[in-house]
């Protein structure tokens, strides 16, 4: 391992400089090689993530029904007006929100906690736990949302069956069509879903703190709430900011397929997200103008908040070494 | 270190067995339900009392599932194979060269976090159109050939593979192809495998792009089969579980067999 | 495990650390990057070349039977088990009469939800026919270029054609003045009731509830003496809503169908009627599926839907060992009800002279008297050649055996028809439109406030 680098901008790694005694001609084709072993990752993504992310910033200033023998029009700023206007589209940005801050006692305060309690013990329970946690990330999200679907079922489901025989609601509720409780539902499922692998970040961030810290501290005094608060979230913090990071960009993602599956968005808005609006702009109402302005608008945003957060996470990086 | 009394010992166990059942107590509802004939789908037994596979059998007839398996493990592999190939280039050419515009290379490598796919779904979903690919499994394979995810894990593994060790090989006369393939490669097997393993799970649950390219259950993924069953039928809810238990096998299979190299993909790689 | 475990976490964390760099070289970048922005924006304008069609005339091409000609028809009842196989059995039957005389083959593409055309039609596949709903109607037109009828189709064999099909449905598909739809299934808003629950009740199933007020009583005594929910409407359904507005005397579009007006005093009380039901008990809440769900399984005394759901409903009654009564939609005071239709029209989009000769033979035969009587019998539509219920080679038998059509028949008298939406804003405004009644409905949202916001938002939409 000595030779590893941590510099991730340049590394230079090869002994490809010791050698220098070579024909021109095979010197030559020496400096395209690494273009040429780069040629495929970075066509493809061009074509696939470059080009359409400036076809869309350009389709954010047409108006455009994505109809073939139909072309774009220049709409200039009208999209962007539209999007202001539109209802639901501002509701969107609300929840957006809601998923977002919702979702981080999921992926940080309880998996760090449930990561913290299963630390000690021995392996073998410890394993099995995690490996249960575990199980409901590798689902994949049609599923879940069948499974849950069937759960939360209005007349029928064991969720209310069990509330009303435990006398803690009187009569059965309509999870997905109830404003109050939609978005909720879907929160829990994301949540649900997540607990088992944010936990295990945690748990193989904490493998790794220096045991001599607690065993000091403890020789001081220190019960363990004060250990977890004084060492414990200290030495995890660059794995928090990296969770919440993950957190708030792909919230809205995540979140997607259970709309989607079970309730559209609705009852009136009231469980969508701003990428739903999106996918509805484009897909329901061919709109390929609005969808892509709202899309060009929060790149812009995302953008901004992933530069603040990496400039959190510089300052607590030295926590890191 | 700790000395901790069988009480609070207890109550952990508690609280963890209490979450492991969380965790799994859906499937295990989706599989009894499945399992539940018409009059008792609707009570909540804990276990059926006279199983039947009639449900099974009225999903199979419904849907094409075992086409729609077959799609599954074909789009799956095919990303997970495109991906791997590509990413093993590019981050070699990354650990192993200094030229000019690495920098702009790691650039658009890292840009990519912040694209989401719904700002690039329209313009992807009209080229994959332009190409004849609606409604094929390469048209839902080929957006996702590369992953800038992939190719950043790899290059961070390269990069604690020992320098001297390609020094050695260089001077030996090895083509450079030769040391990714004969050396690198066999060497970081298990890495290799590791992010294999989580690019198959995540090709596996892709969930927006299959669902805008099949259109026809034919060339649906299984998830995609499914979730046209679920919005196409109404009160055949044991039909349905059982259908969603076959779409779910597949993945469990793989997880029970290799679950520790799954658990540890995922904490060495993250998610994407 | 250890060493990898450590290394993970490099690796974790560094993956943010490449953006830090990645941004600053973006600066230096960004010089290039909107030069190639501007380049490639270029490059789209220059391909995208204008390719408009002129409007066909009304001229059929020649058919033959040796070499048939290919159509597809888009079908969201295909998708519908309860309504799939009546279907196929209308395609299959053309297919193997006048189809096969004629040289004419259907294809038929199950599309449960009403997307794929569009997404087909943007992928440029050829879509032919669509069984399409009407209050997109207008943007479809606009936007996916569906053709009118009488733009394609020679006058006269259409005039033949049309005769004898309800004048009042046949307005239906029609945007100013011609008509870009012709009314296929078919469905009025009727009320299903569950006999045995009415009974256990103490009510008469024969002398079903006829205003909106006697719904209430009913269905508060049901819950009371049987536990189980009474009635339901789902407040998402869309089209019942405006029948329940127009029956109180409001209106939903204009009548110059050129802006918004539900935010109207009598549209207010009507839905404010609704909401008094929902947040009283009288009227369950749930999705269209949940509540059909509910019905079907014996636990709904009364159910507003579709006549479509009408054979689902009548199995399930069979099985279940009830009986099935209906009602025709609920009155305000002594002002008899006026229904609006749900349903789809046929929308054509054929692309040359011998597609709409293929197009007009399957339109012919689908909505001619065999036709009807398929959609009728097998789905549970209405027909819409009237005639045909007094028909003793129609449907004479089966109306008889299934009173409930007779409620329906009888509707189709007072019938409206369903906001088209106008502009390619269409799926918008009516999301707009229901989201509004769902939130008026569900919420303690003032009434007044969120119809008036919403009446406002749609106007701001209008072309």
Redesign the interface.
């Known amino acids: ?5 941590d510099n ?9 400089t ?2 220098v005694r070579r024909r021109l001609s095979k010197k030559k084709l020496r ?1 395209f ?6 040629l ?3 066509a ?2 061009s ?13 954010a200033f047409q108006k455009w ?8 029009v220049f709409v200039g700023f009208d999209n962007f007006e ?1 999007l202001f ?4 589209f501002i509701d969107s940005i609300g929840n957006t929100i809601f998923y977002t801050v919702g979702l981080l006692p999921f992926s940080i305060l309880i998996p760090m906690i ?1 990561a913290v ?2 630390d ?1 013990m021995e392996s073998k ?1 410890k394993n099995f ?23 939360f ?4 489901g ?1 969720v209310n ?2 509330l009303v025989k435990l006398h803690l609601i009187k ?1 059965p ?2 999870y ?4 109050g409780f939609a978005k909720w539902i879907i929160l829990l499922i994301t949540g ?1 879903k997540m ?3 944010s936990t ?2 945690f ?3 904490l ?2 703190i220096n ?1 001599e810290y ?2 000091a501290a ?1 020789q001081d005094g220190a019960g ?1 709430f004060r250990q977890f608060v004084h060492i414990t979230i200290p030495l995890l913090s ?2 928090i ?2 969770m919440l ?2 957190s708030i ?1 792909f919230s ?2 995540w979140t ?2 259970y709309i ?2 079970l309730t559209t968005g ?4 009231s469980s969508t997200n701003i ?1 739903y609006e ?2 509805r702009f ?7 103008g609005l ?2 302005a709202a ?2 608008l ?2 812009v945003v ?2 901004l908040i ?2 603040g ?2 400039m959190v ?2 300052k607590f ?1 030295f926590y ?1 070494n | 270190m700790f000395h901790r009394s069988p009480i609070q010992s207890f109550a952990r166990h508690g609280m963890l067995v209490l979450l492991c059942v969380l965790a799994v107590f859906p499937l295990y509802w989706m599989l009894n339900s499945s399992l539940k004939n018409e009059s008792e789908i609707f009570t909540s037994s804990i276990f059926p009392h006279k199983p039947v596979f009639s449900n099974y059998t009225y999903a199979f007839t419904q849907m094409p599932i075992v086409r729609m398996a077959f799609n599954s493990f074909a789009v799956s592999i095919m990303m997970t194979m495109l991906q791997l190939a590509t990413s093993l280039l590019a981050a070699y050419a990354l650990v192993r060269w200094r030229f000019r515009g690495k920098g702009v290379i790691f650039a658009i490598l890292s840009l990519t976090w912040l694209i989401p796919f719904q700002s690039i779904m329209i313009p992807n979903y009209v080229l994959v159109n332009d190409l004849g690919l609606n409604d094929t499994l390469l048209g839902i394979v080929l957006p996702f050939s590369v992953s800038t995810f992939a190719i950043l894990s790899l290059y961070q593994s390269f990069q604690s593979f020992p320098g001297v060790l390609i020094e050695a090989a260089q001077i030996d006369g090895m083509s450079d192809w030769s040391i990714l393939t004969r050396l690198i490669i066999p060497n970081t097997r298990s890495t290799i495998a590791s992010l294999g393993i989580l690019q198959f799970i995540n090709a596996w649950n892709e969930y927006l792009w299959p669902m805008l390219i099949a259109k026809s259950m034919n060339h649906a993924p299984l998830q995609i089969g499914l979730r046209l069953f679920v919005n196409s039928d109404t009160n055949m809810w044991g039909s349905l579980m059982a259908a969603t238990t076959v779409s779910c096998v597949p993945i469990l299979l793989i997880y029970l067999i290799l679950r520790r190299q799954i658990v540890d993909s995922f904490v060495r790689f993250g998610i994407k | 495990m250890r060493p990898s475990v450590r290394g993970s976490k490099t690796t974790a964390s560094n993956k943010y650390f490449h953006t830090v760099g990645v941004l600053l070289i973006m600066k230096r970048m960004a010089k290039g990057a909107l030069a190639l922005m501007a380049m490639s924006s270029m490059v789209w304008l220059s391909a995208c070349g204008s390719a408009s069609k002129s409007a066909g005339a009304a001229e059929l091409g020649a058919l033959d039977p040796a070499n048939p000609t290919k159509i597809t028809f888009y079908s969201y009842s295909l998708a519908y088990p309860t309504m799939k196989a009546g279907m196929e059995q209308l395609i299959k039957e053309f297919n193997d009469t006048v189809g096969k005389e004629k040289g004419v083959v259907v294809e038929g593409v199950a599309d449960s939800t009403m997307q794929q055309y569009k997404a087909d039609i943007s992928a440029g596949k050829e879509v032919d026919v669509v069984q399409h709903t009407f209050s997109t109607l207008d943007s479809s037109r606009l936007s996916l270029g569906f053709k009118a009828y009488e733009d394609i189709f020679p006058k006269d064999q259409l005039d033949e054609h049309l005769k004898g099909i309800s004048p009042n449905a046949l307005e239906l598909g029609k945007i100013d003045g011609k008509m870009y739809g012709l009314a296929f299934t078919f469905s009025t808003p009727i009320v299903f009731i569950n006999g045995k629950l009415f009974e256990e009740a103490g009510l008469d199933p024969a002398k079903p509830p006829k205003t909106w007020d006697e719904i209430k009583a009913a269905s508060l005594q049901i819950k009371a003496k049987t536990g189980k929910d009474g009635f339901g409407l789902t407040p998402s359904n869309g089209w019942i809503t405006e029948g329940l507005i127009l029956s109180n005397g409001g209106q939903v579009l204009a009548k110059d169908r050129k802006s918004a007006d539900f935010g109207s005093d009598a549209s207010i009380a009507a839905i404010q009627m609704w909401k008094d039901l929902y947040h009283n008990g009288a009227s369950a809440p749930g999705t269209e599926n949940e509540l059909a769900e509910q019905f079907m399984a014996g636990n709904l005394g009364m159910y507003v839907s579709s006549t479509a759901l009408h054979s689902g409903a009548k199995k399930a009654a069979d099985a279940g060992g009830w009986k099935l009564y209906g009602a025709a939609l609920p009155q305000f005071g002594d002002t008899p009800s006026v229904p609006v239709n749900s349903g789809s029209v046929l929308a054509v989009r054929p692309d040359s002279a011998v597609k709409t000769a293929a197009v007009w033979e399957f339109i012919k035969f689908v909505t001619g008297d065999r036709g009807y009587t398929i959609i009728t019998s097998q789905i549970g539509y209405l027909p819409l050649r009237t005639g045909l219920a007094d028909d003793p080679n129609g449907l004479k038998d089966f109306v008889e055996q299934n009173p409930l059509y007779k409620i329906n028949l009888d509707q189709l008298t007072r019938i409206q028809p369903v906001a088209i939406w106008p502009g390619d804003n269409a799926t918008e405004m009516a999301k707009v439109f229901t989201d509004a009644i769902v939130k008026s409905v569900m919420s303690d949202d003032d009434v007044k406030t969120t119809l008036t916001t919403a009446q406002n938002e749609i106007n701001g939409m209008m072309p």
Request: aromatic fraction near 16%; charge should be positive; charged fraction near 10%.
């Open positions: 391992m000595s030779q590893s680098l991730t901008i340049a590394p230079s790694l090869s002994g490809g010791i050698i400096r090689k690494p273009y040429l072993y780069l495929p990752a970075v493809l993504l074509i696939w993530m470059y080009r359409p992310l400036l076809y869309t910033f350009y389709l029904s994505m109809v073939p023998g139909t072309s774009p539209h206007h539109n209802k639901s449930l309690v299963t000690r329970s736990y995690r490996a249960m946690f575990f199980i409901p990330m590798i689902l994949a999200p049609v599923s879940v949302s069948a499974i849950w679907r069937w759960l079922h209005p007349s029928n064991l069956y069990l009569e509720i309509a997905f069509s109830d404003p649900w607990i088992g692998f295990i970040m748990s193989a961030a493998t790794s045991r607690y065993e403890s363990s660059p794995m900011i990296f990071t993950m960009l809205s993602q997607f397929a989607d599956m609705g009852p009136y808005g990428y999106m996918y484009a897909f329901s109402s061919l709109n390929a969808s892509s899309a060009l929060f790149f995302f953008g992933a530069l957060l990496n996470s510089r990086a890191d």
